[in-house]
């Protein structure tokens, strides 16, 4: 057994699957997709900004031939990932369109997602958003090849795809700070082993570590006061207010407890919670 970090923790997942190798393998078995490129990008960003929203993506690379365009995101816990990640994919797809003659991207947008928390909304192995034509039988027409993929280790079953099946055990195994690295046969996954061997984790990989760690404990604890918050009526209460000249002091709790929320919600579900407006919430987002 090898005591390893575990790959729910961003800068790990991007340390091992940077490396062009185990990249590449991955997008071979999960995508059917041989890829020619030469590095792999962490923290892409596209400046300027496409749309009001500035997006980053951990790991991105593109095809030197032109052909494909893939980026893998990892997710250890968040309530909007699908949402999030379908963005991110038009994002990547919008950016080619602005210098485009038409409305034809040149080049095909893969998005794989990796989601490693035990939260995941839909306990399945894996999830896909396809953009193809259809017919009304539901045949594909192969028109139109961008796609999402969302790869949950945790949810591995006897009819996940072979291909699939390493990758995602790997995932899986490191997660409790141990792996035994006599299970896995593929060179690249073999090479994850040793990128994320815990004797290799850097100081400064170490203290990212810790902070992601304590960013999402922090969530977890926002997350508690609202449901704390739901099985006592308050937030309904205070969403409605009191006729009775109480109004004035609901609506101040509830905002309250909308600032309390805003680094573990987007604004939507936010206001669904308190009974606030999205715009009353949008301001209060901006002001904090």
């Known amino acids: 057994m090898k ?47 496409i749309g009001k929203v500035a997006v980053k993506f951990d790991l991105y690379a593109q095809d030197n031939d032109g052909r494909v365009i893939v980026e893998i995101q990892h997710q250890y816990a968040a309530d909007d990932h699908y949402d999030r990640f379908l963005h991110y994919h038009c994002v990547a797809l919008l950016e080619q369109i602005e210098n485009a003659k038409n409305y034809k991207p040149p080049l095909a947008v893969y998005t794989i997602v990796v989601l490693t928390s035990a939260d995941t909304k839909y306990r399945e192995d894996v999830l896909t958003i396809d953009f193809d034509l259809k017919t009304k039988e539901g045949k594909g027409l192969n028109a139109i090849p961008h796609k999402v993929i969302f790869l949950c280790p945790r949810h591995v079953d006897e009819n996940t795809p072979t291909a699939y099946r390493e990758w995602l055990d790997v995932i899986f195994d490191s997660l409790d700070g141990s792996i035994d690295e006599t299970l896995y046969h593929k060179s690249e996954v073999q090479k994850i082993v040793e990128h994320i061997q815990k004797s290799d984790v850097s100081p400064e990989e170490k203290a990212q570590m810790i902070e992601e760690y304590n960013w999402e404990e922090f969530k977890k604890r926002q997350e508690k006061i609202l449901r704390d918050a739901l099985k006592k009526g308050e937030v309904k209460a205070l969403a409605k207010g009191k006729a009775e000249g109480k109004a004035e002091g609901e609506q101040t709790k509830a905002l309250a407890i909308a600032r309390n929320l805003l680094v573990a919600m987007n604004n939507t579900q936010i206001a669904e919670m308190t009974g606030l407006t999205i715009e009353t919430v949008e301001q209060l987002r901006n002001n904090d």
């Open 3 to 49: 005591q390893v970090a575990s790959l729910q923790y961003g800068v790990i997942f991007k340390k091992a699957f940077c490396d062009v190798d185990v990249f590449k393998g991955f997008v071979r078995d999960i995508l059917g997709i041989e890829l020619n490129i030469d590095k792999v990008e962490t923290e892409k960003e596209f400046k300027p900004a």
